[in-house]
Structures are given as C-alpha cells and as structure tokens.
C-alpha cells in the first residue's frame, strides 16, 4: 500500500469513528446546553408569569391595598414579633413600627385603638374629637362582632367619619379572601377610602385618598420585591402613559434597550423581544400602564461544556486516542490485526446503529417535550371551555327564580284584586318565593295609594298599626327606613303611572338617588323600566346583589298597582347551586376535576380551600382565562390547574384541575415505545451481526482448514459449496487450485521417482547431478545407469512445461529407457526409439515435446558415445589445456517431428577433463540489470570453478550462479550434471557431503 493510500485510509477511518461521533457529541452537548438554559429561562419565566398574575389582581388598587395591609399586619406575624419584645403593649408596639414602615413607600393616614385605652397612635390629627370617640367606638363594635348593638349618636359618628353611605359589610371585604374592597363610604369621594381590622384586641384603620390609590407606588413597590427576591435577575420599567417611563435601573444602555422594546409591543403587541442585551416580557397592567420586565442575556450564559460533561469528554478522547492508535498501528505501523472478524462485525453495526440512535435521543426527547406542552395546552384549552359552559349554566338557575317568582305573582294579584288589603296573600307571596329554602329573599313592595309595605319580614301599615313581631324592638329605625321605602316606591309608580309628584318629594328623592347611584335621576328611572321583569344588579358600593324590579297592576287597573323589588344573598344562592351543580359536573368524560372557590365558608368541595396551592393560584384568576400553563398539588397528586373568575357565578373562583398523571403516562407510554424501539434496534444489530459473523467465520473456517490441509499437503480435501458470493467463488478456486495440487502432487511422486534413486559405480569419473526448480514440480529429467563391462550412462531431459503431463512425458521417456534395455550402449537407437514413443503419444490435447542428450560412458577408460535430440549443447572443460569445448551435434527434440535425423559422436576424456550437462535456465538467467549469463560467460565461468570432485565443481557453479542473479531470483528450471575423469581416483570413495542449497528448491544425486 502507497503511503497516500495509508494517510488516505487512516484519515477515512478517524473521519468515521472519532469525528462524526466527535461532531454528535459536541451537538448533543451543545444541545443538553441549550435546553439547560432554555429550562432555566422558562423556570424564570414561569416565576415571572405567575407574579404577573398575582400583579394583574393589583392593577384593580383596592385590591392592592388591602392585601398589602393584610401582608404587613398578618395577626400570626405580629403575635410572633411581639412575643418576642416580652414587653406590656409589644402588639401596638410592633403593629405602629410595620404601619410606619409600609408609609415610607405608600401614601395613607392610620389610627391604631383600643377600648380601654383609646388613640394609641394616630399619623394625622384627629379632630373633632367628640366624632372620632364615638367613632372608633362604633367602628370596633362592627367589625367584632357585627351584630353588636350601637347608639345612635356612634351610629352618625361613624357617619361622619366614613361617609354617609357607610355599610356595616363593608368591613367584611377588607379581609375577604374571594373579594377584597375598600370601604367606600362615601358616594363624592370626599372623604378618604378605608380599611379596618382588629389585630389582637387592637383597631387598626387605615384611610387613603383617592389620587393616591390611583398612583403606581404600589406596583412599583411590588416590582422591587420581586426583584430583589430574585436576586435582582429580573429587573423592570413601568410605563405610564401619563409620567412616561420609570426604569428600575441606571444604566442608560439598558434603559434605551427596554424603551425600545416597548415600542416593538405597541406596534406588535410581541409576548416576547428580544434585545442586543435583554430578553424583555411586556405586561399590559391596565389601561394606560405597562410593565416590562427584562433579564439580561449574559445570565443565562455558559461554558462550551457544562460541568457534569466533562467526564463524557474525557471518556471520549481517552477512545479517540486508542481508536486513531489503533488505526496508526494499522495503516503505517504494520502492527498485525488481532481483533477477531467477530468483534469487528459486532462494532461495525452496533457502531452503524448507535449513532442513528443518538440522533433518534436528540429528536426523541424534543418530540415529546413538545407532544407533552401540546397535550397539555389541549387540556387546558378543554378545561378551559368546559368551565365557561359551566359557568354560563347557572344563567338557568336564574331563570328558574323568574319563573317562580312570576307564578306567585299572578295568585297574589288574584287575591288582591277581590281585597287590596289582604295580609295573607300579601305573607304567602313572600313565603313562596323563599320556599326553596337555600336563602332568604329581600323583598320591598309598596302599594301606590297605601301605606301598606311589604318586606321578607312580613307587612308594615302604620295607619292599622301592623308590624311584624321582631322587627318591634327596632320600630324607630324600622319607621324611617319603612318611609323611606315607600316614598321611592311611590314615587316611581307615580312617574310611571304618570301621576303629579310634589316637588319638595322630588326633590329629596332626587338628590337621595344621585347622591347613592352617581346618575341623575331620569337615567336611574330609564335603567328600572328597561330592566324591568329581569334581574339586576343591585347595592351601593361593594355591596351589590342579584335582584329583580318590577311593577304589577291588579286586574282590570289601567295603572301600575304596586311596586317591587327583591333581591337575594348571591353568594349563598350561588354556593347552594354548585353544591349541586360541581359534583355532577365532576362527572364528565374528559377526567376534568372542578373545584369552586371563594372563601373557607364558601367552597365547593369544602376540603379544597385546605390547599393552600389552590388558594394561591384562585387567587391569581380573572375573568379572563389565561394562557399560561399552571402546575399545582392537590390532594397529593400534580394537576394541570386552569380556571377563571366567575362572570355568572360572580366572586366565585373557577378551577379545573386536570390529573397531570394522565399526560404524563402517555408521555411515557410513548418513550418506552421509543426505548423499546431502540432496544429492538439493538437486539436486530446484534442477531445481524451474529448471522453476518457467521456467514463470514464458517466460510473463513472452511478455507482455513483448506489451508491447513495445503500445509499438510492432503491435497484430495475439498471445500464444500460456499454459496454463491465472493466466499463460494474463493470455494471454487480453491478446489481448483487443490485439483492442480493433487495432480502435482501426482507428478511431483512420479518425478521423485524418475530421478536417481542411488549411487552407481562410475569408475573413474566423479558424477554429480541436482536440479533446481522453480515451482512444486518443474520440467527437468535427468538420470545415470549403470551397465556391464564397468560401463554406464548419463541422460538429461527437459520437457517443455509443467505439471503432470511433463511428468508423464518423463515417466514414458523413462519407462522407454528402462524397456529399451539391449540399446542402452547404443546412444543413436535409443534416441531414436525415444521419439517414435513420444511422438506416438501426441494428441490434440497432448502435444508436448522433449529435449533429451545420452552419452555412454567406459568408467575406465574414459571413453563414451554421445547423441543429442535438440538439448543445450555439453561443455567439455579441458583443465589441462585450459580451454572450454561445445559439444555440439544437432537433432530434433523427441516428438517434434514425425521424421527426425540424429547423429552419435564419440567423445574422449583426458585426465582432469569435465563435461557438464545443463538445461538453458542457467545460460539465460538474467541479473537486476538485465543480461544474461550467456554461453562465453558460462565457459569461463566452468574454467574459473573446475574442482576434481563433481559435487564442489557443482556447487562452485551454482554459488557463482546465485551471485549473478542476485535479488531477482531465478527465472527458470536449473538442471546440472557434471562428470570429471579423474584415473588416480579411489575407486568406492565417498564424495564430499553436498552443500543444502537455499533457494530455490534443489533436487537431484551425486
């Protein structure tokens, strides 16, 4: 292999097994990167979408403030600081310290107070104090008991101090989970909004103006809380439209940066906008406010590999180091390779398979991250429509009443027809339309001529003296409110009616509704009318309720008769309807649980209000369903958490929790399908691997044992069939090839036993012969027989090719000798029965010819006949003389022709004289340059090694031989025979040991 072959092959193979794994580590690292950071901005996000939120309950600033106030004087709290102090009156102590401490970010006045011992503390000053005593007397008996008895003079006290239109309820919902407001108590907004409590036997009042509930101090107050709970990661700018911006940082790169994102909002209204620095996330508060809270990029950046990678990475070049060594090793170390087909088959394909699995990890897990928020942004938009139709049924519990109510109406206007002044209808109209027993219905309804009233407390007419038994003991305040009640009544009959008003009612009544309903009275009248036989929503202030108007004429009356006005507890009515109405809601077929929450009394199933998550996230809700995607524990189990704020059943928090188990066991039913899938790759891999392994071993093992069979030289075994791939055809040839063998093996036995078997008695001459070949089975014959009377013969053949038809030429040229035994002293007879034999044998297949020299020899004198049948011409070395003869004599090789001439010649030996035989393998042996040996060169070469002894002379000829040929080899077949005529020679004596030649094969006898 060329070495840009190796660099090639070692390139490809770090290419394969250490870069692209390299490149998918490095993406995949990159990748868990990513989602790390992506993970951890979405867990902030979420963080800043909850406080968002919890912020959009703020945006309504009563809200605001009476939860701060609740937060700041939470009554466990202060217990726990004042019990601390261990000091008489560390309560009022600690509860002044944390008024005074919220009124350095927040504009309010307050008043701390105890009955016993009065105006603890006060942040302005209370004057007149004749209306502030009785005033805080009445306001601590309200909100303690609520039922306490007050005089008339705290009664007006109260008054003066909250406002005209003051509600003892009111103070209810400065504490209320499910609504939290402000006590309005005056309809001019001339006297300060109010917030109240009791604190451990302390009366805390709170009063703020109403240019300052309207301010932003308090979102920005929340907005730095935020912040700096989170360690001032998330920072924010509020934009009002009024004042413009106010950043939450100095840094005037930053603060371009969130302006110019604001202006990307109002163009584009974009949940999200990214900037050279930021990730900002604008919030629309409410009208004319915006919020923009932003993190800044490089928090969220990280090294290339995460800590916990590193391992990996080390893992990774530790193999990447052996794998590039390993293949060095291969390609430019020639280190052998050990590692078993087996082993490298399994890798191969588990390596194949493992990266398409690492990608499939990758995809995989992003599909069903992403299955996962789509399921369940599926069940919260479900759950979601299936609590807006929820809500929307109550609208027939609704129309239920209006059917009650109008059945009743038609028996009473029956009966009062016959008897204008019949209690009994009058009571039984009442008591039917609180029959259902859930709440009690408040009823007014005044008669236009009469001073007749009716209420759900029974009948009032003072000029009959009738009045309900418990409402005696308050027959003054119940008078005034009675007169009150039916002026209005009357007085809107008669505008109806079309009847003339006085103008001094008018006129009262006038400013009594405008100064109560901020409208004037034409569009307070307007509104009733319209509504009128309908529900409404009615109340001052906060205290505003389902009701129905009406006005009824008895039979056969041009005129409006009476009238009427009921309303009724919305909250009871709608606590009482989801005691019904959520169990069997629960029972749905998308496994939605329902929960409707409002405060510990009101609360459906009553055990949900435990839930402290629950009443968190209720808390966040409005009547606007959100997007975001809520997680929350309840009743131990994790639930997807969507709802909204009732629109039907008002202050009622709506949730449903969705059993986050469900998408998660798909999710999961979906990633064993995939790690099944994987493991079935894995599994296939590996029978693959097995099976290819096998096809590869069990044919490697049949040609390996054809191997060894070679080596033994069992030349008959053969393979069996191999299939028909590159394994079979190795088969094929490989039974070929041992046919070959056989048949050499054949020949090689037959030529074994052509060549001479022993010594013979050559008297006077040393004899030695060797051939070298080639291959397993070369072309060369030659041999030496011993005859009578001290004579005997040397004979060299060599027949054109190899294998076993040479052979067989050669074992018929023999087999002719050996029959044609009365010639073998006749050197011309024998040649010429040799080629009738041969040339006999000839076929279309068989044409073989052969070269063949005989020359008989007298061992003693030195004499012999020689014949030639187209062999290389003897020397005859004259050692003596110094000089090198050709022996030459021409004839056609055996079997050439059909006719052929040959000759015999006489040839006579002196002392020292050599003659030897050879095949033209030596003549034409070439060198690395090129030339041949040559016959001159042969010549010389014979006088420069002549030995006495044949086999030295041998082996000096074919040392010398070697030395030509050098690093090329030889080229062809190399037969000699040398006889040197030594007379003083001891008959008998052993030749000197033949030298084992090395390369190539030598055979041959001495």
Known sequence: MTKSRKITGWLAFISCFIGIPGFLLLFGMLYLQNQDTENRLESQHQKLRDFYLELRKFADPQYYWCTALMEKLAPDSVASEASAIKEPGAVAEVV???????????????????????????????????????????????????????????????????????????????????????????????????????????????????????????????????????????????????????????????????????????????????????????????????????????????????????????????????????????????????????????????????????????????????????????????????????????????????????????????????????????????????????????????????????????????????????????????????????????????????????????????????????????????????????????????????????????????????????????????????????????????????VALMNQEYTVPREAYNSAALREFANSLTSYPGKEIKIVDYLGEKHLAMGIAGRHIKDFRLIGLYPLEKIDNLIDSQRRQLLLFALLSLFMTWGLSQVLAQSFILPLQQITAGAHAIENKHFSHRLPDLGRDEFGAMGRVFNSVMVDLEELSVASAIQEQLLPQQQIETGNFSLFGKSVSMGELGGDYFDHIELADGKFSVLLGDVAGHGVGAALIMAMAKAGIIQSEHLLDQPLALVARLHGLIFASKTKKQKKVMTFQYLCLDGTAGRGIYSNAGACSPMIVRKNAGQVEELTLTGAALGAFKKANYSETEVVFNPGDAIVFYTDGIVEARNRNGEELGYDRLKQLLLETWNIDAEVFYHNVFNAYLRHIGDEGAQDDLTMVILVFDPQRTRGSTPPAAASPSSPEEAGNG
């Open 96 to 594: 002044i310290a944390r008024l005074k401490d919220l009124r350095r970010n927040l504009k309010f006045n307050y008043v701390v107070y105890t009955p016993t011992r009065g105006v603890l503390a006060s942040s302005f000053p209370l004057e007149p104090l004749e209306v502030w005593k009785p005033g805080l007397s009445f306001t601590w008996k309200v909100i303690q008991s609520g039922r306490s008895q007050v005089s008339h003079e705290e009664q007006v006290a109260g008054g003066k101090i909250f406002g005209p239109q003051l509600y003892w309820g009111h103070f209810d919902s400065n504490i209320s989970i499910g609504s939290l407001y402000l006590i309005w108590g005056d309809s001019s907004f001339k006297r300060p909004l109010a917030w109240g409590r009791i604190i451990h036997r302390h009366l805390v009042l709170a009063f703020i103006d109403i240019k300052d509930l309207k301010g932003n101090d308090g979102i920005l107050n929340l907005l730095n809380e935020f912040s700096q709970n989170s360690g001032h990661l998330w920072r924010f700018s509020l934009q009002d439209d009024a004042h413009g911006f106010r950043h939450g940082t100095g840094e005037r790169k930053v603060a371009r940066q969130v302006e110019a994102a604001a202006d990307e909002y109002g163009k584009h209204k974009t949940q999200k906008i990214e900037t050279e620095d930021l990730m900002v996330y604008p919030f629309f508060l409410r009208p004319g406010i915006k919020v923009y809270g932003f993190i800044e990029k490089s928090r969220f950046s990280s090294s290339l590999v995460p800590g916990y990678a590193w391992s990996v990475v080390f893992l990774f070049f530790a193999v990447a180091y052996l794998l590039a060594g390993y293949a060095w090793g291969l390609f430019f170390g020639d280190r052998p390779d050990d590692l078993s087909l087996r082993w490298k088959l399994r890798f191969l394909f588990f390596f194949a398979n493992g990266l398409p699995l690492l990608v499939l990890f990758f995809i995989g897990n992003d599909y069903l991250a992403q299955k996962r928020s789509n399921l369940m942004l599926d069940a919260h938009s479900r759950g979601i429509g299936f609590i807006q139709d929820f809500d929307e049924k109550i609208e027939v519990e609704y129309a239920r009443r209006l059917v009650g109510k109008k059945k009743a109406q038609e028996k009473m206007i029956e009966k009062l027809t016959l008897n204008m002044n019949d209690d009994q209808a009058l009571q039984e109209f009442v008591d039917t339309l609180g029959s259902d027993g859930t709440e009690r219905w408040k009823i007014v309804m005044v008669a236009s001529r009469s001073n007749t009233i009716v209420t759900e407390k029974g009948v009032y007419d003072e000029s009959r003296n009738l009045s309900p038994k418990e409402d005696e003991q308050r027959a003054e305040r119940s008078r005034n409110q009675n007169e009150l009640t039916r002026k209005i009544g009357q007085f809107f009959l008669d505008k109806i009616n079309g009847v003339e008003v006085s103008e001094k009612v008018q006129t009262e009544l006038e400013l009594f509704i405008e100064s109560t309903t901020q409208q004037p009275l034409a569009n307070f009248l307007f509104d009733l009318l319209q509504k009128r036989g309908s529900f409404i929503q009615w109340g001052f202030g906060q205290n505003v309720n389902p009701a129905i108007f009406d006005t009824f004429s008895l039979k056969n009356s041009s005129s409006q008769d009476l009238f009427f006005l009921s309303s009724f507890g919305v909250h009871l009515f709608q606590y009482n309807y989801l005691l019904k109405a959520v169990p069997q809601a629960n029972r749905n077929n998308i496994g939605l649980k329902l």
